[in-house]
């Protein structure tokens, strides 16, 4: 998940960290970017695998906040139903609008 400066910020704040010692323990560098660490399967480390849930949910980055809505799930219908195979929460609860979708995508585009 790539984050900005002010995103790092709220998740130390969120978390109880010293944000010298958050960026070392939770962020790593790509190239000019910033993105949270991973587990060795790709999970964001605020992931909790057991409950299926974010324990940073409140304070999540912008990435995450506009997920599904991103550019490489809506492509096709193929890469929706992916999205929808490989994240259970896609495809459920609140339908949105294609205004409300289109709104999202032009925040993030991953």
Same mark, same amino acid.
């Given at each position: 998940?790539?984050?900005?400066? !002010?995103?790092?910020?709220?998740?130390?704040?969120?978390?109880?960290?010293?944000?010298? *010692?958050? !960026?070392?323990?939770?962020?790593?560098? $790509?190239?000019?970017?910033?993105?949270?660490?991973?587990?060795?399967?790709?999970?964001?480390?605020?992931?909790?695998?057991?409950?299926?849930?974010?324990? +940073?949910?409140?304070?999540?980055?912008?990435?995450?906040?506009?997920?599904?809505?991103?550019?490489?799930?809506?492509?096709?219908?193929?890469?929706?139903?992916?999205?929808?195979? $490989?994240?259970?929460?896609?495809?459920?609860?609140?339908?949105?609008?294609?205004?409300?979708?289109? *709104?999202?995508?032009? +925040?993030?585009? +991953?």
């Amino acid at each position: 998940m790539w984050v900005t400066n !002010e995103e790092i910020a709220a998740l130390a704040a969120a978390v109880g960290e010293d944000l010298g *010692a958050f !960026e070392d323990k939770y962020v790593r560098r $790509v190239g000019a970017r910033k993105s949270l660490k991973e587990f060795p399967n790709g999970d964001c480390v605020f992931f909790d695998g057991q409950t299926r849930r974010c324990t +940073v949910y409140e304070a999540r980055p912008r990435q995450c906040r506009t997920w599904p809505f991103w550019d490489s799930n809506l492509k096709t219908p193929e890469d929706w139903k992916h999205t929808c195979q $490989v994240c259970p929460g896609s495809g459920q609860g609140l339908l949105h609008s294609l205004a409300q979708i289109e *709104a999202q995508r032009k +925040v993030m585009k +991953v």
